[in-house]
């Protein structure tokens, strides 16, 4: 079965600083999906990036990059210039590429951003 | 284009009681999920379907049921709620497009006591 894994809980950033949050994963596929979401004290989902397994190319969304290492089955976040609403909990997820009947998605536990002005 | 709505966005039970969650989606989704976001703990897949008239389980699905009668509904309900199932749930749909991304409703906040 897959799993993901975000091993920090919390983080802090200063505000227009840098921050990157880190994301593993375990599967046996080659082809699948992850995705980034952001979840401000909204409640609301969000989806803030999406990375294909098959293209070698890490995804970038303005301010938005990850580091897609498939290798070491990893899928790091980068945040640049750091504003006040990045604030959030943000998840890393996992869906199968195959259209099954078996459809699901896997989340990590989240890790919280905190935004330091 | 509301997206994905869920009824009612809070609601306060009693252990025992039953109650019904409906998610709504005028996006012509094939694909419906219920989530629970418990604290530390993410997002769990309780039910899904992937078409009218079908239904599967996911990581969590005892002690709930799911109907999925039309397309743009997805209903999740609670026969007898018990204090454990004080959780925010989420609805998400998409479409059955192998790229696509899951679109979430507002969450429903239930307490049970």
């Known amino acids: 079965a897959q799993t993901v894994t975000q091993s920090q809980p919390e983080m802090s950033v200063q505000e227009a600083e840098t921050v990157t949050l880190s994301c593993t994963y375990d599967?046996?596929?080659?082809?699948?999906?992850l995705f980034w979401y952001k979840q401000p004290p909204s409640r609301q989902m969000i989806l803030v990036i999406r990375?294909?397994?098959?293209?070698?190319q890490n995804a970038t969304e303005n301010r938005f990059s990850v580091n897609f290492q498939k290798a070491a089955k990893s899928f790091s976040l980068k945040i640049s210039d750091s504003q006040l609403g990045d604030a959030a909990m943000y998840f890393c997820a996992y869906r199968s590429a195959r259209l099954h009947r078996d459809d699901k998605i896997i989340f990590g536990k989240g890790t919280r951003l905190h935004i330091l002005p | 284009n509301a997206g994905v709505t869920q009824t009612p966005k809070f609601r306060v039970l009693k252990t025992g009681q039953s109650m019904t969650l409906l998610c709504a989606q005028d996006m012509n989704h094939e694909y419906m999920y219920w989530y629970r976001q418990d604290p530390g703990m993410g997002l769990r897949l309780i039910h899904y379907s992937v078409g009218e008239g079908t239904t599967a389980k996911g990581e969590v699905p005892d002690g709930y049921n799911v109907s999925r009668l039309k397309k743009q509904n997805f209903l999740l309900g609670l026969e007898s709620a018990a204090p454990s199932q004080t959780s925010v749930y989420f609805c998400a749909s998409r479409r059955a497009v192998e790229a696509d991304e899951q679109y979430f409703g507002p969450g429903t906040r239930l307490t049970v006591t």
């Open positions: 990375q294909e397994a098959y293209k070698q």
């Open positions: 599967t046996s596929e080659s082809d699948y999906y």
